[in-house]
T-cell receptor
Framework: AQTVTQSQPEMSVQEAETVTLSCTYDTSENNYYLFWYKQPPSRQMILVIR??????QNATENRFSVNFQKAAKSFSLKISDSQLGDTAMYFC?????????FGSGTKLNVKP | KAGVTQTPRYLIKTRGQQVTLSCSPI?????VSWYQQTPGQGLQFLFE???????NKGNFPGRFSGRQFSNSRSEMNVSTLELGDSALYLC??????????????FGEGSRLTVL
């Protein structure tokens, strides 16, 4: 069975600084997708970044980038130049055969 | 293009009652999945429907059921409610076939409180 673990329930960062959210997963599959989703307070969940397991190059979306270590089954999210609008719950997710598995989330608080 | 719409947004029920939640996916999306979100547990997968057929199912008791209609709208039902069913229920739709990036598009959720 696939599992996703986020070991940091809550984190804080000062505005304009960089923060890294950790995620590990367990699977015996070779082909899959990994995602980071963001859920702002009282707002709907949106996709932050996506990584295909067969791609070695780490995905990047503006201030968001990932460090994908397939052998270690690690998929961390780095947020550069943190902004107040980045305050949210962040969920790491694994997808294989149209089935998603989510971690328990990391609550990120960006302080002014 | 309208997003994923879930109704009702908030509801309060008592133990033993049943509840039906509705989800309208983004136009053209044929896959609809449901998740239960509780503090500390994250999102737990309930089930996924594609073209009116349940394609995947999570580890929830039979009190949780769902269905999908020909227009891709989906409903989930929880019978004999328990206090532990209090949660935010999220619906997500996705595009299949060409252009599928695996991305889920979420609704705002239905917050169920069981008293």
């Amino acid at each position: 069975a696939q599992t996703v673990t986020q070991s940091q329930p809550e984190m804080s960062v000062q505005e304009a600084e960089t923060v890294t959210l950790s995620c590990t997963y367990d699977t015996s599959e070779n082909n899959y997708y990994l995602f980071w989703y963001k859920q702002p307070p009282s707002r709907q969940m949106i996709l932050v970044i996506r990584q295909e397991a067969y791609k070695q190059q780490n995905a990047t979306e503006n201030r968001f980038s990932v460090n994908f270590q397939k052998a270690a089954k690690s998929f961390s999210l780095k947020i550069s130049d943190s902004q107040l609008g980045d305050t949210a719950m962040y969920f790491c997710a694994f997808m294989n055969f149209n089935k998603f598995y989510f971690g328990s989330g990391t609550k990120l608080n960006v302080k002014p | 293009k309208a997003g994923v719409t879930q109704t009702p947004r908030y509801l309060i029920k008592t133990r033993g009652q049943q509840v039906t939640l509705s989800c309208s996916p983004i136009s053209g999306h044929r896959s609809v999945s449901w998740y239960q979100q509780t503090p500390g547990q994250g999102l737990q997968f309930l089930f996924e429907y594609f073209s009116e057929t349940q394609r995947n199912k999570g580890n929830f008791p039979g009190r949780f059921s769902g269905r999908q209609f020909s227009n891709s709208r989906s409903e989930m039902n929880v019978s004999t409610l328990e206090l532990g069913d209090s949660a935010l229920y999220l619906c997500a739709s996705s595009l299949e076939g060409t252009g599928n990036t695996g991305e889920l598009f979420f609704g705002e959720g239905s917050r169920l409180t069981v008293l």
